[in-house]
């Protein structure tokens, strides 16, 4: 039997709210992330008052998805293995100038992103479409706007304008203990961090930044991250590494002090309120997972 033809869809950057959205009632969505790798993905959802475990095997362009419906206390059972790893948002569905479209307006740690997605029928009806003034850039083929990537990685950011962090901690007698580094300067106490790489993922980036700057060896947790405004104005994206190992030298030893601290004690030594603010947060995860 003849699979029904998928339609084509274009997505943008929303830049101002069309009038048509005003007028509709939005449902609101909620995805978590259990597992998420290059293969498969296992997600709960819920939409609305609707709740699904969803399956993706992933294959080179073919995407195999499965639905299961489940209940709502079923929903809450599970919904823990995701932190770390979800993303809100209100959806509207609606008809403009004969087309399908669909709009995310991205709630929480996402906000204020809106991205539209318009439907074509065919590869010629996409080709001679015009976005109106109120679409910016097209997102279509950029993975950093995949649902999963945001919900792992946070909302992609302008070129400079986002660091990736890395919180080195350790438990010594049921107590929270984090490594921190001095600043290239050597006037401030910080975390390791540093800029997005070029073909590298943020989880390898941070891990990179944990041995050069702070000479650490660990187990970086996939299932937990949290991003922030620093006061410079660059974002950044944190994540927790359990350390393993503290290398006796390290490629920027001579650059930087490090010292293994009490969370306490670590929060009056970095001067940036909102780092220790995301540093603080992190610790208290950290403190609930150990535990």
Request: aromatic residues 8%; glycine residues 6%; charged residues 30%.
């Amino acid at each position: 039997m003849k699979k029904p033809h998928e339609p084509i869809r274009r997505k943008f950057i929303l830049l101002k709210t069309p009038p048509t959205l005003l007028k509709l009632q939005g449902v609101e969505q909620e995805e978590g992330f259990v597992v998420s790798s290059s293969l498969r993905d296992l997600r709960l959802r819920r939409s609305g008052k609707s709740y699904f475990i969803s399956f993706r095997e992933k294959q080179t362009s073919l995407f195999h998805n499965k639905d299961i419906k489940i209940t709502k206390s079923n929903f809450e059972e599970l919904w823990s293995f995701t932190e770390g790893k979800r993303i809100k948002s209100k959806r509207y569905l609606f008809r403009w100038k004969n087309r399908k479209v669909k709009v995310d307006c991205f709630l929480g740690e996402h906000a204020p992103l809106q991205l539209v997605e318009v439907f074509f029928p065919t590869r010629q009806a996409s080709r001679s479409f015009k976005k109106p003034i109120f679409f910016g850039e097209e997102v279509t083929r950029l993975e950093a706007y995949d649902t999963e990537e945001m919900a792992l990685h946070g909302v992609p950011e302008p070129s400079g304008m986002c660091q990736i962090g890395v919180l080195p901690y350790l438990m010594k007698r049921g107590k929270l203990q984090v490594l921190l580094v001095t600043s290239s300067s050597g006037s401030r106490w910080i975390i390791p961090k540093g800029h997005q790489e070029p073909e590298m993922t943020p989880h390898e980036v941070a891990v990179m930044e944990a041995v050069e700057e702070g000479g650490v060896l660990g187990t970086l947790r996939h299932d937990l991250h949290l991003r922030c405004q620093m006061s410079n104005g660059r974002f950044l994206q944190l994540y927790a590494m359990k350390i393993s190992k503290l290398l006796s030298t390290w490629p920027e030893e001579r650059l930087r002090l490090r010292r293994l601290v009490s969370l306490t004690e670590a929060l009056k030594l970095i001067d940036d309120p909102e780092m220790a603010r995301a540093v603080k947060r992190m610790g208290a995860e950290l403190k609930r997972a150990e535990c």
